[in-house]
């Protein structure tokens, strides 16, 4: 296939991309960038509870959106504003980068600056004017693949990126519409194989998007590691049949916690680690909350 694309574009097998997030926190290196969260931004202590649980060494972003593409003008649109509030508080006691969503150009500066990385979500994949403006914002961008898109048309909206000055832009496969409907979407883990031989662009996995059931969330995001994803997205809640949005796929904090600990040895089989020592160093919330976790690595 000749795709019609050139900063995307690989130059050598060993040409990769690592962006930087924050001080000490990269996506696209040895270590694995994993963000997790819930899908909306509900409350401050939904927040809370959510980085009182997660190690903070481990997990290197927390994702939580304030404006919700939904598919019912009636279903809750995020909280905005108000939103950005609880995300700035919760940024201050976990200092741990910001990943929320997105819709419009007239979103973006505002949202830069309360976000480490503006997700565009699968629905505004083609959103050339979106995309344009984001090419102009110096915040990391975190790209889901439209829910048809072909790998050519995802490759493409990168570059749209790209080429409007902003070259740092994490792909991130969600899953894609196919005619079975048991699962959510079919997660294309042929797609992160094909795009990492392809681009040298950080490419992480949602498997919560992909799969729409909890139950099959902790498997996918296993396989997704040991296939080579540079990481992982995932939606995670105090009370997960309780979220505001996607309570189906939503995982428990305990859940969410054994799956991190489960993702070592496989991130080890293939050449990759869960996260840097560095990065274990940053301050976060473990020091202000006296409660240990139960991490095992
Ligand atoms: C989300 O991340 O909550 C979301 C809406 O994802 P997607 O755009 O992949 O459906
Ligand atoms: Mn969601």
Same mark, same amino acid.
Do not use: W
């Given at each position: 296939?000749? =795709?019609?694309?050139?900063?995307?574009?690989?130059?050598?097998?060993?040409?990769?991309?690592?962006?930087?997030? !924050?001080?000490?926190?990269?996506?696209?290196?040895?270590?694995?960038?994993?963000?997790?969260? *819930?899908?909306?931004?509900?409350?401050?202590?939904?927040?809370?509870?959510?980085?009182?649980?997660? +190690?903070?060494?481990?997990?290197?972003?927390?994702?939580?959106?304030?404006?919700? *593409?939904?598919?019912?003008?009636?279903?809750?649109?995020?909280?905005?504003?108000?939103?950005?509030?609880?995300?700035?508080?919760?940024?201050?006691?976990?200092?741990?980068?910001?990943?929320?969503?997105?819709?419009?150009?007239?979103?973006?500066?505002?949202?830069?600056?309360?976000?480490?990385?503006?997700?565009?979500?699968?629905? /505004?994949?083609?959103?050339?004017?979106?995309?344009?403006?984001?090419?102009?914002? /110096?915040?990391?961008?975190?790209?889901?693949?439209?829910?048809?898109?072909?790998?050519?048309?995802?490759?493409?909206?990168?570059?749209?990126?790209?080429?409007?000055? /902003?070259? /740092?832009?994490?792909?991130?496969?969600?899953?894609?519409?196919?005619? $079975?409907?048991?699962?959510?979407?079919?997660? $294309?883990?042929?797609?992160?194989?094909?795009?990492?031989?392809?681009?040298?662009?950080?490419?992480?996995?949602? +498997?919560?998007?992909? !799969?729409?059931?909890?139950?099959?969330? +902790?498997?996918?995001?296993?396989? !997704?590691?040991?296939?080579?994803?540079?990481?992982?997205?995932?939606?995670?809640? *105090?009370?997960?049949?309780?979220?505001?949005?996607?309570?189906?796929?939503?995982?428990?904090?305990?859940?969410?916690?054994?799956? =991190?600990?489960?993702?070592?040895? =496989?991130?080890?089989?293939?050449?990759?680690?869960?996260?840097?020592?560095?990065?274990?160093?940053? +301050?976060? !919330?473990?020091?202000?909350?006296?409660?240990?976790?139960?991490?095992?690595?």
């Amino acid at each position: 296939m000749k =795709i019609e694309a050139h900063l995307t574009v690989k130059k050598t097998k060993e040409h990769r991309s690592v962006i930087k997030i !924050a001080n000490n926190i990269e996506c696209g290196g040895d270590a694995l960038f994993i963000a997790a969260g *819930p899908c909306a931004v509900e409350t401050l202590s939904q927040m809370e509870s959510v980085v009182k649980a997660l +190690p903070l060494g481990i997990i290197q972003a927390l994702r939580g959106s304030v404006y919700k *593409p939904r598919t019912s003008p009636y279903s809750f649109q995020g909280l905005a504003e108000e939103g950005f509030n609880i995300l700035a508080q919760i940024k201050k006691i976990s200092h741990l980068p910001i990943v929320t969503e997105v819709m419009s150009c007239q979103q973006v500066a505002n949202a830069a600056i309360y976000a480490d990385i503006l997700q565009i979500g699968s629905r /505004n994949m083609q959103n050339f004017e979106l995309l344009k403006t984001v090419g102009q914002s /110096n915040k990391p961008i975190l790209l889901k693949r439209g829910l048809s898109a072909t790998i050519e048309e995802f490759i493409l909206a990168a570059e749209y990126i790209i080429s409007h000055g /902003n070259p /740092n832009v994490i792909l991130c496969e969600r899953g894609i519409r196919s005619y $079975d409907t048991y699962t959510r979407n079919v997660l $294309d883990l042929g797609a992160v194989v094909a795009l990492r031989q392809l681009t040298h662009l950080p490419v992480i996995v949602d +498997p919560s998007h992909a !799969a729409g059931k909890r139950e099959l969330v +902790p498997d996918l995001a296993r396989a !997704a590691i040991a296939c080579g994803a540079d990481g992982l997205i995932i939606e995670c809640h *105090p009370k997960p049949e309780l979220s505001v949005s996607d309570a189906r796929q939503a995982l428990s904090l305990e859940d969410m916690l054994t799956l =991190i600990n489960s993702l070592d040895s =496989i991130a080890k089989a293939v050449g990759r680690r869960l996260t840097n020592q560095l990065t274990a160093n940053v +301050p976060n !919330a473990l020091s202000i909350y006296s409660e240990p976790n139960c991490l095992k690595v």
